[in-house]
């Protein structure tokens, strides 16, 4: 069983920056794929980046490319998502996602069934 903590959010103004943490406890952080999602009011849930613990590689969304950056401290078991440039679009809960068994190999991690553990999610609003 993991169990997922998000922090950091909050209202920042268009163009600021946050950055979330993921607190993860129940397994070795690097034997688990993690990502991060979003959802926007009245949307659905959207993928943003993911990171491969066993190999460290990382792939985002084309609309948070260059100004997002997901990253880990595995000693610490915390993976991080910092948001520069913030756009009012960027406006949504976001959430961290966890699983033992994410491939790397295919696009499968871009959706949310691969993930098998979640949190609570944490809302970030960027005002214009």
């Known amino acids: 069983q993991v169990q997922l903590l998000e922090s950091g959010g909050g209202l920042v103004q268009a163009g600021g920056s946050l950055r979330l943490s993921c607190a993860a406890s129940g397994r070795t952080f690097s034997t688990l794929g993690m990502g991060w999602f979003r959802q926007a009011p009245g949307g659905g849930l959207e993928w943003v980046a993911s990171?491969?613990?066993?190999?460290?590689?990382?792939d985002y969304v084309d609309s948070v490319k260059s100004r997002f950056t997901i990253s880990a401290d595995n000693d610490k078991n915390t993976l991080f998502l910092q948001m520069n440039s913030l756009k009012p679009e960027d406006t949504a809960v976001y959430y961290c996602?966890?699983?033992?068994?994410?491939?790397?190999?295919?696009?499968?991690?871009?959706?949310?069934?691969?993930?098998?553990?979640w949190g609570q999610g944490t809302q970030v609003t960027v005002s214009s």
């Open positions: 996602a966890a699983d033992p068994n994410l491939a790397s190999d295919s696009n499968g991690y871009r959706k949310d069934e691969a993930y098998d553990y």
């Open positions: 990171l491969f613990g066993h190999n460290g590689n990382t």
